[in-house]
Protein backbone atom coordinates (compact mmCIF):
# COMPACT_ATOMS: atom_id res chain seq x y z
CA UNK A 1 0.00 0.00 0.00
CA UNK A 2 1.24 4.02 -0.79
CA UNK A 3 2.18 5.76 2.59
CA UNK A 4 0.40 9.11 2.61
CA UNK A 5 0.86 11.96 4.37
CA UNK A 6 -1.78 11.27 6.69
CA UNK A 7 -0.44 8.67 7.43
CA UNK A 8 2.45 9.71 8.55
CA UNK A 9 0.52 11.85 10.51
CA UNK A 10 -1.51 8.59 12.49
CA UNK A 11 2.18 7.12 12.64
CA UNK A 12 3.16 10.11 14.58
CA UNK A 13 -0.14 9.89 16.90
CA UNK A 14 -1.35 6.39 17.52
CA UNK A 15 -0.11 3.23 15.74
CA UNK A 16 -3.53 1.71 16.42
CA UNK A 17 -5.23 4.88 14.63
CA UNK A 18 -2.48 4.30 11.89
CA UNK A 19 -3.50 0.71 11.23
CA UNK A 20 -7.11 1.28 11.43
CA UNK A 21 -7.07 4.33 8.87
CA UNK A 22 -4.89 1.90 6.40
CA UNK A 23 -6.90 -0.50 6.92
CA UNK A 24 -10.25 0.46 5.89
CA UNK A 25 -11.74 0.74 9.45
CA UNK A 26 -13.03 4.29 9.42
CA UNK A 27 -15.59 6.07 11.29
CA UNK A 28 -18.18 9.30 10.56
CA UNK A 29 -15.57 11.75 11.57
CA UNK A 30 -18.72 14.65 11.37
CA UNK A 31 -20.00 13.14 14.72
CA UNK A 32 -16.78 12.42 17.11
CA UNK A 33 -15.26 15.41 18.33
CA UNK A 34 -11.64 14.48 16.83
CA UNK A 35 -9.46 16.92 17.84
CA UNK A 36 -6.78 15.64 15.27
CA UNK A 37 -9.02 15.33 12.34
CA UNK A 38 -9.94 16.81 9.21
CA UNK A 39 -12.23 19.66 10.81
CA UNK A 40 -10.10 22.72 10.07
CA UNK A 41 -10.78 25.64 10.55
CA UNK A 42 -8.87 26.75 7.35
CA UNK A 43 -11.26 29.70 5.92
CA UNK A 44 -8.61 32.62 6.67
CA UNK A 45 -6.87 30.76 3.60
CA UNK A 46 -9.19 29.93 1.05
CA UNK A 47 -8.32 32.56 -1.12
CA UNK A 48 -4.71 31.76 -0.89
CA UNK A 49 -3.73 27.99 -1.25
CA UNK A 50 -4.65 25.89 -4.35
CA UNK A 51 -5.18 21.88 -4.50
CA UNK A 52 -3.19 19.92 -6.34
CA UNK A 53 -3.12 16.13 -6.67
CA UNK A 54 0.15 14.35 -6.93
CA UNK A 55 0.08 10.39 -8.73
CA UNK A 56 -3.49 10.32 -7.76
CA UNK A 57 -3.09 10.31 -4.05
CA UNK A 58 -1.51 12.95 -2.61
CA UNK A 59 -3.03 16.27 -2.02
CA UNK A 60 -1.36 19.33 -1.14
CA UNK A 61 -2.17 22.28 -0.86
CA UNK A 62 0.11 25.58 -2.34
CA UNK A 63 0.20 29.16 -1.22
CA UNK A 64 0.85 31.70 -3.92
CA UNK A 65 4.23 32.12 -2.97
CA UNK A 66 4.51 28.46 -3.76
CA UNK A 67 4.86 27.33 -0.54
CA UNK A 68 3.39 23.80 0.88
CA UNK A 69 1.01 24.81 3.49
CA UNK A 70 -0.35 22.50 6.45
CA UNK A 71 -3.42 24.02 8.45
CA UNK A 72 -3.92 22.70 11.57
CA UNK A 73 -6.33 23.31 14.36
CA UNK A 74 -3.84 23.57 17.42
CA UNK A 75 0.31 23.63 18.38
CA UNK A 76 -0.47 21.11 20.76
CA UNK A 77 0.00 18.23 18.56
CA UNK A 78 2.68 20.14 16.36
CA UNK A 79 4.78 17.17 15.71
CA UNK A 80 2.49 14.99 13.98
CA UNK A 81 1.61 18.21 11.74
CA UNK A 82 4.76 19.04 10.97
CA UNK A 83 5.62 15.44 10.15
CA UNK A 84 2.82 15.18 7.46
CA UNK A 85 4.17 17.99 5.88
CA UNK A 86 7.69 16.69 5.96
CA UNK A 87 6.61 13.90 3.97
CA UNK A 88 4.78 16.19 1.59
CA UNK A 89 8.63 18.25 0.93
CA UNK A 90 10.25 14.64 1.03
CA UNK A 91 7.82 13.21 -1.38
CA UNK A 92 8.11 16.31 -4.09
CA UNK A 93 12.17 16.31 -3.62
CA UNK A 94 12.82 11.95 -4.03
CA UNK A 95 9.94 11.26 -6.62
CA UNK A 96 9.55 14.43 -8.51
CA UNK A 97 12.77 16.65 -7.89
CA UNK A 98 11.04 19.39 -6.94
CA UNK A 99 12.77 21.46 -4.16
CA UNK A 100 9.89 23.88 -2.16
CA UNK A 101 9.65 25.11 1.65
CA UNK A 102 6.64 24.32 3.62
CA UNK A 103 4.64 26.22 6.47
CA UNK A 104 2.68 25.27 9.27
CA UNK A 105 -0.23 27.40 10.19
CA UNK A 106 -2.47 27.40 12.97
CA UNK A 107 -4.99 30.25 12.29
CA UNK A 108 -6.82 30.25 15.64
CA UNK A 109 -3.60 30.86 16.74
CA UNK A 110 -2.23 33.39 14.34
CA UNK A 111 0.85 31.29 14.18
CA UNK A 112 2.90 30.16 11.01
CA UNK A 113 5.65 28.46 11.20
CA UNK A 114 8.37 27.64 8.12
CA UNK A 115 9.49 23.92 7.71
CA UNK A 116 12.52 23.15 5.87
CA UNK A 117 13.31 19.71 4.69
CA UNK A 118 17.25 18.73 5.96
CA UNK A 119 19.38 15.50 5.06
CA UNK A 120 18.60 14.05 8.62
CA UNK A 121 14.89 14.70 7.11
CA UNK A 122 14.96 12.68 4.33
CA UNK A 123 16.92 10.06 5.70
CA UNK A 124 14.35 9.81 8.60
CA UNK A 125 11.46 9.86 6.33
CA UNK A 126 12.61 6.69 4.57
CA UNK A 127 12.66 5.17 7.67
CA UNK A 128 9.18 6.04 8.63
CA UNK A 129 7.90 4.60 5.21
CA UNK A 130 8.87 1.34 5.98
CA UNK A 131 7.73 1.39 9.69
CA UNK A 132 4.17 2.68 8.41
CA UNK A 133 4.41 -0.49 5.45
CA UNK A 134 5.30 -2.84 8.24
CA UNK A 135 2.54 -1.59 10.85
CA UNK A 136 -0.17 -0.99 8.50
CA UNK A 137 0.74 -4.67 7.18
CA UNK A 138 0.27 -6.77 10.44
CA UNK A 139 -3.51 -8.90 10.18
CA UNK A 140 -3.88 -7.15 13.68
CA UNK A 141 -3.74 -3.55 14.78
CA UNK A 142 -1.39 -2.63 17.72
CA UNK A 143 -2.72 -2.58 21.23
CA UNK A 144 -4.05 0.00 22.55
CA UNK A 145 -2.03 2.12 24.69
CA UNK A 146 -4.34 4.91 26.56
CA UNK A 147 -2.58 8.88 25.21
CA UNK A 148 -4.10 11.88 26.28
CA UNK A 149 -5.51 12.14 22.64
CA UNK A 150 -7.62 9.22 23.44
CA UNK A 151 -10.77 10.71 24.87
CA UNK A 152 -11.39 13.06 21.49
CA UNK A 153 -10.14 10.18 19.07
CA UNK A 154 -12.62 9.03 16.13
CA UNK A 155 -11.52 5.68 17.11
CA UNK A 156 -12.19 6.27 21.04
CA UNK A 157 -15.33 3.57 21.25
CA UNK A 158 -13.12 0.41 19.27
CA UNK A 159 -10.20 0.90 22.03
CA UNK A 160 -11.82 1.76 25.65
CA UNK A 161 -15.70 0.33 25.55
S1 LIG B 1 -8.50 5.88 21.08
FE1 LIG B 1 -6.34 6.14 21.64
S2 LIG B 1 -5.45 4.09 21.37
FE2 LIG B 1 -7.38 4.11 20.24
S3 LIG B 1 -6.85 4.64 18.16
FE3 LIG B 1 -7.41 6.53 19.22
S4 LIG B 1 -5.49 7.39 20.00
FE4 LIG B 1 -5.13 5.25 19.45
Avoid at 51 to 71: A, C, H, K
Amino acid sequence: MDVTGLMVKYYHTCHRELWFYANNIDVDRENVGIRHGSAVDDSSYEDKKRSVFVDGRIQLDVLDNGNIVEVKRSSALEEPGEMQLKFYLWYLKTKKDIDVTGELAYPTERKRESIELTHEDEQEMERIVDAIQEIISEPTPPEAERKPICDACAYHDLCWV
